[in-house]
């Protein structure tokens, strides 16, 4: 609250002689204002909306009585794909034939047409993906291809590590130099 502070003595008179009064202060009391300041923050607090996580959804497998029948699915509608170093996608359909007849290349803008392609000729029941990055695969080329997988509204897909046999067709593939095998031991 504002005052006035009236303490000095109170003739107003001119002339020669007469001593000036002293000029009347105000003082402003801001007891209130901090009350006001600490009410409104309150008021934002309760009021705020709270930033919501940013987390992708994931569909999780039912689950099953028998353990070993929970991750089956049809060979003929799982389409397989690897991820390799400079954006290079490699994958196949079904299982991976002996000979690699069926073990294809393609980048990230075809992708989602294979992937597409797959879906529309396989029962929905029957379709899985499984997404394997090797050793040189980058980790935004994983988080892109979730993100197929969210677009193209695949429900049911794995991210599983990559097999021996796979990775060695990939250096192949790649023009790179196959691992060496390990000596035999008797």
Known sequence: MAEMDTSSGGGHKKGPGVKKGKK?????D???MVDLGFLLITFFIFTTTMSQ????????PKDTEK????????ESGALTIMLSKNDVVYYY?????PDASNFKTTNFKEVR?????????????DF????????????????DMLDEMTINEVKRYALVDI????DQLIRVTEGGAAPAAAPATK
């Open 24 to 28: 009347l202060s105000t003082r402003v």
């Open 93 to 97: 359909e079904g299982i991976l034939a």
């Open 67 to 74: 353990p070993e029948e929970q991750n089956k699915a049809k």
């Open 163 to 166: 097999s021996p046999v796979e």
């Open 30 to 32: 801001l007891t209130p």
């Open 128 to 143: 899985v993906v499984v997404i394997k990055p090797n050793a040189e695969s980058s980790y935004k080329n994983v988080v």
């Open 113 to 125: 047409d294979i992937i597409l392609n797959k879906k529309k000729n396989t029962k929905p029941e």
């Open 53 to 60: 996580p940013t987390a992708m959804r994931l569909f999780l």
